[in-house]
């Protein structure tokens, strides 16, 4: 009996095509009109959304992105097809595409992508270690979506995260010791996560729980005392209260409070994006110098590391 033939779709985010008021719009009107995102009732938030913060928030991101554009294109996009060639050379026998929430290249187009390389089964592996009704559960709906107007569909093995994978851990770690090798050790280390509104967690979103598996297991790994880590939360938008506590005011608390020399780590990123190269590389960095600290670094996500790429390889083994 022959194997199916076996694909895998690597699925992030999304990023706008351009660094442009024009690309931001179209990107953040799609983004923002999924409610897994945004669940507020739709005849409230369209003419929010539309007519206030479309057109006062797309020209502010588009000069943020500008700030941080690659000669190659968008961060997320350039280090997302880093990922997506780095581990086709591992796996040359199996398709490997790439696909988006939102935005372009999007996750119907990977599918039917592979679809036409004779793929039969599909290991979806979504780039978000950390489960979120608003990320991971995102990407089911839309491949739910594709599949659900195909007349044969693939057989689909469905990665729901790897918060506490040991791969994982170890790439991570790895990281946090090269960076600590360059600079020092710092007085603390902080892992900053992606929030989500406390209201998703209340109602079952165990996202918290998986940010702390992660938080757990890189500090065992490292063996640093309890009260030289500390893990919160950024990218809190809109008014109702967002999981704590917060970044950017933990590093303002911080400098006040003596603390001269601190690292970030952003665990949630499996790409560096707007969001860690310019909100923490950056916008918390001045947080911290201003309020008293003396030295900040930002560990970069792991990207294309060669630790990444094998952490994909075992990641996937057991579904190909």
């Not at 797309?58 to 280090?79: C, D, F, I, N, T």
């Amino acid at each position: 009996m022959s194997q199916a033939k076996t694909g895998i779709l690597l699925a992030n985010l999304g990023t706008p095509d351009a660094p442009t008021s024009k690309a931001v719009k179209r990107y953040l009107r799609q983004f923002l009109s999924d409610r897994r995102v945004v669940d507020a009732p739709r005849l409230l938030w369209w003419p929010l959304l539309r007519g206030v913060i479309l057109p006062i928030r797309s020209p502010r991101v588009a000069k943020l992105y500008q700030s941080v554009w690659m000669e190659e294109g968008s961060p997320l996009m350039v280090y997302s097809r880093r990922q997506q060639r780095a581990l086709a050379a591992r796996l040359p026998e199996m398709p490997v595409a790439l696909g988006m929430s939102y935005g372009s290249p999007s996750l119907e187009s990977a599918v039917d992508d592979l679809l036409s390389q004779g793929v039969q089964h599909l290991v979806v592996l979504p780039l978000y270690p950390q489960y979120s009704c608003s990320t991971v559960a995102a990407v089911w709906d839309e491949l739910a979506r594709i599949l659900a107007k195909k007349r044969r569909i693939s057989g689909v093995s469905f990665i729901r995260d790897y918060a506490d994978n040991t791969a994982y851990v170890d790439a991570l770690v790895n990281s946090i010791r090269a960076s600590f090798a360059v600079h020092g050790e710092p007085d603390l280390l902080l892992l900053s996560y992606h929030g989500i509104p406390q209201r998703y967690a209340d109602e079952g979103d165990d996202y918290p729980q998986r940010c702390r598996d992660t938080t757990r297991e890189v500090v065992s790994a490292l063996g640093l005392p309890p009260e030289k880590v500390m893990m919160t939360f950024q990218s809190r938008f809109g008014r109702e209260p967002w999981l704590t506590p917060y970044t950017d005011e933990t590093l303002k608390m911080l400098g006040e409070k003596g603390i001269k020399h601190i690292q970030v780590l952003c665990p949630g990123f499996a790409a560096d994006c707007l969001e860690t190269l310019e909100e923490i590389a950056v916008q918390n960095r001045e947080f911290f110098l201003e309020a008293g600290g003396e030295k900040y670094e930002y560990i970069p996500a792991l990207n294309d590391s060669a630790d990444h790429i094998e952490m994909m390889v075992s990641l996937t083994a057991p579904y190909r």
